[in-house]
T-cell receptor, first 110, second 115 residues
């Protein structure tokens, strides 16, 4: 069974600071997704990364994928309070298997 | 408006009850999913339907029974549940093409409590 590990699990950061969330997975996969979940809300898709070296950016968030290292990162630039949420990575195996990480709960402090 | 609608939002039931969760999408997607989200555990994939056909059952107990009558509707029938089944149940849908799956769109979930 594939394992998906995220770290840190909890992250408290000040506004304006930069930080990176890491997502490691234990075997090869077709593609990797990042999702955001606000408290009491549904999951919202942020990025899908399809190949080694893929980089996607949206606003203050940038995601990258290194398939050789089985690692994806979600980099936060100049954090603002609106980014406070739980962020999940998810790995799509060949076929019909999806494995989610445990999530990183991000709190941005003014 | 997420595009994926789940009902009910909250459900409290006894262990001997039978109930059903409903999910509906009008996004033109051809794949639908049920997930279980418990506190302090990763999101768990329960069932996958591609083009209305169940393709995956991740060792889910038989007290959970899915039904997908068409590509827009998905049900999860519940009977004789256990207290550990209390969780948030999320439905999702996506487009499945020859190149793979597009990101999933999730509903708001049904918060299930077993007494």
């Amino acid at each position: 069974e594939l394992k998906v590990e995220q770290n840190p699990l909890f992250l408290s950061m000040q506004e304006g600071k930069n930080y990176t969330i890491y997502c490691n997975y234990s075997t090869t996969s077709d593609r990797l997704y990042w999702y955001r979940q606000d408290p009491g809300k549904s999951l919202e898709s942020l990025f899908v990364l399809l190949s080694n070296g893929a980089v996607k950016q949206e606003g203050r968030l940038m995601a990258s994928l290194d398939t050789k290292a089985r690692l994806s990162t979600l980099h936060i630039t100049a954090a603002v309070h609106d980014l406070s949420a739980t962020y999940f990575c998810a790995v799509d195996m060949t076929g019909n298997q999806f494995y989610f990480g445990t999530g990183t709960s991000l709190t941005v402090i003014p | 408006e997420t595009g994926v609608t789940q009902t009910p939002r909250h459900l409290v039931m006894g262990m001997t009850n039978k109930k059903s969760l409903k999910c509906e999408q009008h996004l033109g997607h051809n794949a639908m999913y049920w997930y279980k989200q418990s506190a302090k555990k990763p999101l768990e994939l329960m069932f996958v339907y591609n083009f209305k056909e169940q393709t995956e059952n991740n060792s889910v107990p038989s007290r959970f029974s899915p039904e997908c009558p068409n590509s827009s509707h998905l049900f999860l029938h519940l009977h004789t549940l256990q207290p550990e089944d209390s969780a948030l149940y999320l439905c999702a849908s996506s487009l499945y093409t020859g190149q793979g799956r597009e990101p999933q769109h999730f509903g708001d979930g049904t918060r299930l409590s077993i007494l």
